[in-house]
């Protein structure tokens, strides 16, 4: 059971690390970064409003797992 919340973890981490790389606007590393200043707070459409939700779900299920994982494992 410990095997699969652990594998569970990691599809999730990877997921959530993608999701939020997907989101910078900066083609360098810039962005990544926050380097980039200008444009910070403008409004999101179409595919930048799921990708957002797609990140705030992955978020929350990865705080959720990890409370979970501590239960079953402590």
Do not use: C, H, P, W
């Not at 919340?5 to 989101?23: F, K, P, R, T």
């Amino acid at each position: 059971m410990e095997n699969l919340l652990d594998i569970a973890m990691i599809i999730l981490s990877v997921a959530l690390v993608g999701s939020i790389i997907l989101q910078s606007k900066g083609a360098g590393l810039g962005g990544l970064t926050g380097g980039e200043i200008g444009g910070a707070f403008s409004a999101r459409r179409g595919l930048e409003k799921t990708l957002f939700r797609i990140t705030i779900i992955l978020s929350i299920l990865f705080f959720s797992l990890a409370v979970y994982t501590v239960y079953v494992s402590g």
